[in-house]
């Protein structure tokens, strides 16, 4: 009778040792986060000198203004592209009678120097009286910068007269 007693007391104690064993915590017993992060659309414009002078003009004659610096600037952070474009008006004297066509003008831009990731191809306008596409991006992927130098030349009717002229040249970003 003895020897019983003892195999009762080593199952009792076993028992009593797995009862105090930790086991690791079970999938259902842990929590997840979803977390998320926003990419801020920003703005996307373009800039140009203020002002530009040409070179002495007589009539029939042609002069060259050179601008330097114009700059689109695409912080939209996506895959759109763009394009710029240029209108002029007509040169007026201050003789308002005076006028140089705006058809009389062209704007020759030289390849832009484009920072991030999109591919700018250039073209000229031979007609500054209409809108003209003069620089355009594809192949856009994020932020991205250009800036170009352009040539605007202007060639004055025959018939002219000595006036001093003006003109207002516009650059949209379509």
Request: glycine share 6%; no cysteine.
């Amino acid at each position: 009778m003895h020897s019983f007693s003892r195999v009762s007391l080593a199952v009792a104690a076993s028992a009593l040792l797995v009862g105090s064993v930790a086991f690791p915590a079970s999938a259902a017993d842990s929590s997840t986060t979803t977390t998320t992060a926003v990419i801020e659309a920003g703005s996307i414009g373009v800039s140009a000198p203020a002002a530009a002078a040409l070179s002495a003009l007589t009539p029939g004659g042609n002069a060259t203004a050179d601008l330097a610096g114009v700059t689109v600037t695409d912080n939209r952070a996506g895959i759109a592209g763009w394009s710029v474009s240029v209108v002029l008006t007509d040169f007026v004297g201050t003789n308002t009678a005076d006028i140089i066509p705006a058809s009389n003008a062209s704007y020759t831009p030289n390849s832009a120097t484009v920072t991030g990731d999109a591919v700018v191809t250039a073209a000229a306008a031979t007609n500054l009286s209409v809108p003209t596409a003069i620089q355009s991006v594809t192949a856009v992927n994020g932020n991205n910068t250009a800036i170009w130098n352009a040539a605007v030349n202007v060639t004055a009717p025959t018939d002219a007269l000595a006036d001093n002229f003006t003109a207002t040249l516009t650059h949209s970003l379509l």
